[in-house]
């Protein structure tokens, strides 16, 4: 399961906010086949399956946002296991923070301090641009216990290479698990950790 899941997690670097407030600022959506629901500033672009299309709307809005392409293709896949896509459009260097949500199986037998070494391992073994050391623990959500992961990891956009900080949570449930990624570079890390912490804690299981 571990491995499948951070395969899913290689396609989907883009890069928050100072912090998550009230509803009035929040937006929730759903995270289509999962079961679930996520709470993100109100002013991020989301994308899923259903508004991933070929209208002519949405082809203005790539022609305006051509960085958000590779994404969207990936998304796109019959196969795809990226559900749901949320950035905030006010991009850095030509880089839209964002949060993406993949869909994977759980891990039977294991306890979350087992899952957090084997994540860990299979990060630095599958992640071929890490740039410095993968950090792990275990935490509690609101939703239930997950593993979180801090690492960053090096990335070309537009031709111009970046580092970008990488925040990650595995949610660990009993028939289906989650894996919440916040990214953004690094000189805004600390200023969005409030916003991607809010937006990790939202996540909502209805079945």
Same mark, same amino acid.
């Given at each position: ?7 899913g997690l290689l396609v989907a670097l883009v890069a928050g906010? @100072?912090?998550? *407030? ?7 959506? &759903?995270?289509? /086949?999962?079961? !679930?629901?996520?709470? +993100? ?14 209208s002519a709307a949405f082809r203005r809005f790539l022609d ?12 796109t896949g019959a196969n795809s296991a990226i559900k749901l ?31 957090? @070494?084997?994540? *860990? ?7 071929? &641009?890490?740039? /410095?050391?993968? !950090?792990?623990?275990? +935490? ?68």
């Amino acid at each position: 399961m571990l491995r499948i899941a951070v395969a899913g997690l290689l396609v989907a670097l883009v890069a928050g906010l @100072a912090s998550v *407030g009230s509803a009035a600022t929040t937006t929730r959506l &759903t995270i289509p /086949g999962a079961g !679930a629901s996520i709470a +993100v500033p109100l002013s991020w672009k989301s994308l899923d399956r259903r508004t991933v299309t070929n209208s002519a709307a949405f082809r203005r809005f790539l022609d305006d946002n051509p960085s958000l392409r590779p994404f969207v293709a990936q998304m796109t896949g019959a196969n795809s296991a990226i559900k749901l896509m949320a950035f905030d459009l006010g991009a850095s260097r030509g880089f839209a923070t964002n949060v993406n949500v993949v869909l994977t199986a759980p891990s039977p037998g294991l306890t979350p301090a087992q899952i957090a @070494a084997i994540y *860990g391992r299979e990060l630095k073994k599958q992640l071929t &641009t890490l740039r /410095g050391p993968v !950090a792990t623990s275990v +935490v509690t959500l609101p939703s239930g216990k997950a593993v979180r992961a801090s690492y960053k990891v090096d990335f070309v956009n537009a031709g111009e290479r970046l580092t970008v900080q990488t925040f990650q949570y595995l949610v660990l449930r009993p028939t289906k698990s989650l894996v919440v990624t916040f990214s953004t570079l690094p000189a805004e890390a600390r200023k969005r950790n409030g916003t991607f912490t809010a937006v990790a804690r939202s996540l909502r299981f209805t079945s």
